[in-house]
């Protein structure tokens, strides 16, 4: 069964970027969707975005603007970078792997991220 | 944005008892609706996937069903395990999340 295990700073100052790490163990990144997910108190579970092994990407709308995943193959680790962060961006980030599109199999256990000064 | 409306948002009902939770989407989702469950302090788990499909390793009292715009979740005896919040996700257009139902002991 595959792991997956988020790493990055637990704080970040309003305007920065945000860039979290996701490591993936017990299978291969080469294959399926790799998400990234948070969760807050005021929003609930938000979908950010995913990438496909091959390279293809897909983001929220709401957050296009502001997001870039990538992915390193050769370290089996997927990242999330979120710039112009606000008070607002303040939640439990999540990486996630699906089978299929838009589909969330298996989870990491979360990290918070706190936007603050 | 598909927007996904969940009901009860709260359900107390005591072990051994059938839990009946309900999502509705703003517009049709086909098939494509799936249901986890997250306890405190710990990420959601997947239990079922295009509305009918237990996911690897979920226990037969669950059970999805529905199609287009009303889906159900049932747990058809509840073990004292069970008791967590529920989300139903829909990935018929970009993901979206329901605002969930706690499941709570009497």
């Known amino acids: 069964q595959v792991q997956l295990q988020e790493s990055g700073p637990g704080l970040v100052k309003p305007s920065e970027t945000l860039s979290l790490t996701c490591t993936v163990s017990?299978?291969?990144?080469?294959?399926?969707?790799w998400s990234w997910i948070r969760q807050s108190p005021g929003k609930g579970l938000e979908w950010i975005g995913y990438?496909?092994?091959?390279?293809?990407?897909n983001y929220n709308p709401s957050l296009k603007s502001r997001v870039t995943i990538s992915v390193d193959t050769s370290k089996n680790q997927f990242s999330l970078k979120l710039n112009s962060v606000t008070a607002a961006d303040t939640a439990v980030y999540y990486c996630?792997?699906?089978?299929?599109?838009?589909?969330?199999?298996?989870w990491g256990q979360g990290t918070l991220v706190t936007v603050s000064s | 944005e598909i927007v996904l409306t969940q009901s009860p948002a709260n359900l107390s009902l005591s072990p051994g008892e059938r839990a009946t939770l309900s999502c509705r989407a703003s517009?049709?989702?086909?098939?494509?609706l799936a249901w986890y469950q997250q306890k405190p302090g710990q990420a959601p788990r997947l239990l079922i996937y295009?509305?009918?499909n237990r996911a690897t390793g979920i226990p037969a009292r669950f059970s999805g069903s529905g199609s287009g715009t009303d889906f159900t979740l049932t747990i058809s005896s509840l073990e004292p395990e069970d008791f967590a919040v529920y989300y139903c996700?829909?990935?018929?257009?970009?993901?979206?999340f329901g605002g969930g139902t706690k499941v709570e002991i009497k």
């Open positions: 017990g299978g291969s990144i080469s294959s399926y969707y």
């Open positions: 996700q829909q990935r018929s257009n970009w993901p979206t």
């Open positions: 517009q049709s989702v086909s098939s494509y």
């Open positions: 990438i496909y092994y091959s390279g293809n990407t």
């Open positions: 295009d509305s009918s």
């Open positions: 996630g792997v699906g089978y299929s599109y838009g589909q969330f199999d298996y």
